[in-house]
């Protein structure tokens, strides 16, 4: 199978224009297939106060109602998605930017309320794997905002690092995929004060320990349960590592166990 | 040829969710190929008021500084864009969401100071047709937004007009194209507080005189300016009709003389 990059880019690196033109510039040279998945939270909340709308947040997601909705649709589906794809069009990449709803690429479902209501936000259900395909082997490269719909005409907020692993997992089947999140810090940190504390390699069995011991915690929580169900869906490759070392050995591997990386 | 249907949508008809639905459900039923252009300019004026950004207009024309064309970029490329096709998605059209940099759809330059300074504005150079059309071969229904990139990494807003006239005579070469602008108007009316006063056909001459006595003008004009040059460049038919009319045999019929008319 042919090699398939993908790359989550979050946190303040797509927020801040040095960062993200270094990551874009990084991005552009990487060969082969690959495909670019995007935050913007923090542009969002900053959207969101300007417009005198509350802010809410459980768990590191956003509790969004029909206004949060209508400000994170500008945000990831317009701004930053924008930005992004006319920045990689300058570098020579052939940049595709798509919400789920675009060509229905993600279908998800409105969660169910049961504790919580997290309001307009999106399970995903499908991911379009055919149609990115057949894009990627047009030398296209797709830029997904983390939005995706629910094919009854409505847009939903789905977490970037959800999108990412689903769109890893989907696309499994068709390529050997490699998924790296990058973002503004070195891996999974020991120490979170401490950015030389990176655990080089975590196993499913680490994970849960250091889970309990509170030394993984907030947001890194989803996205190693992202990570993890991707590598069981047969995803090759799973980094988590700085914005500026995507195409280096370093930052955290994630992988289920050692016995399991032998048997790749 | 083939034919292919491109509507132009804009005025209060994108901005109303009842007008949009009905405008939406009777695109979703025109047979073959078909793509929609949209505006979004309330939207935007909307929402630079509520940030307490200035509305500078010219001639019809938005001043466009960095700050307004954030939010241009956020009200056309996402809000506007991505519920438009998530709405179509749910009327089982496969819409596809592009702006200008979307897979370098439309190339366009800075437009030049000369008397006014139009800020981040883009007067289009070249439309992708060839991508246009194989996207539309494989039954991709594109939804375009009235935002163009100058291949050197910067959105640029451009009048959706001329995004409607410049893609249809670009694709003039490979289909037979209809453009149909729709709004809220019956169509070319001799007095604008009537209605029922819809020029049913508009020659060149026509326009000419009809601007001078000033019974054409406003935002009429670089519509009418848009669609002879369609015209002149080989659309096959140019219409300016009523939003929900655009299916039927009402509106102005544009062209360029009644002798041109023979020769097709």
Redesign the interface.
């Known amino acids: 199978m042919n090699k398939l990059t993908i790359i989550k880019v979050g946190g303040k690196i797509v927020e801040e224009e040095e960062s993200l033109k270094q990551l874009l510039n990084d991005f552009s040279k990487i060969e082969g297939n690959k495909l670019l998945v995007h935050g913007g939270g923090r542009s969002a909340t900053k959207?969101a106060e300007?417009?005198g709308i509350e802010n809410r947040m459980v768990n590191g997601r956003r509790i969004t109602d029909k206004e949060t909705l209508?400000v994170v649709?500008?945000?990831?589906?317009?701004?930053v998605?924008?930005?992004i794809?006319?920045?990689l069009?300058?570098l020579g990449v052939?940049?595709?930017?798509?919400?789920g709803?675009?060509?229905?690429t993600i279908r998800s479902e409105k969660r169910p309320v049961k504790d919580i209501d997290y309001g307009y936000v999106g399970d995903v259900k499908e991911v379009n794997a055919a149609m990115l395909a057949s894009l990627i082997s047009q030398d296209?490269v797709p830029v997904l905002a983390p939005?995706t719909?629910d094919?009854?005409?409505?847009?939903l907020n789905t977490n970037a690092d959800t999108i990412a692993g689903e769109t890893a997992k989907a696309l499994a089947k068709l390529f050997d995929v490699s998924l790296v999140y990058c973002f503004e810090k070195n891996g999974v940190l020991r120490d979170e004060n401490n950015d030389n504390s990176v655990i080089p390699q975590l196993e499913k069995a680490d994970f849960e320990r250091l889970m309990k011991e509170n030394v993984i915690q907030g947001g890194m929580i989803p996205k190693l349960e992202n990570a993890f169900e991707s590598l069981d869906a047969g995803v090759k490759e799973v980094i988590i590592t700085h914005a500026s070392q995507i195409s280096k050995e370093s930052g955290t591997r994630v992988q289920l166990t050692v016995s399991s990386k032998l048997i790749f």
């Open positions: 959207l300007r417009l209508d649709t500008m945000v990831y589906g317009g701004l998605n924008k930005n794809v006319a920045k069009q300058a052939n940049a595709l930017g798509l919400t709803a675009d060509m229905n296209v939005l719909h094919k009854q005409g409505n847009i």
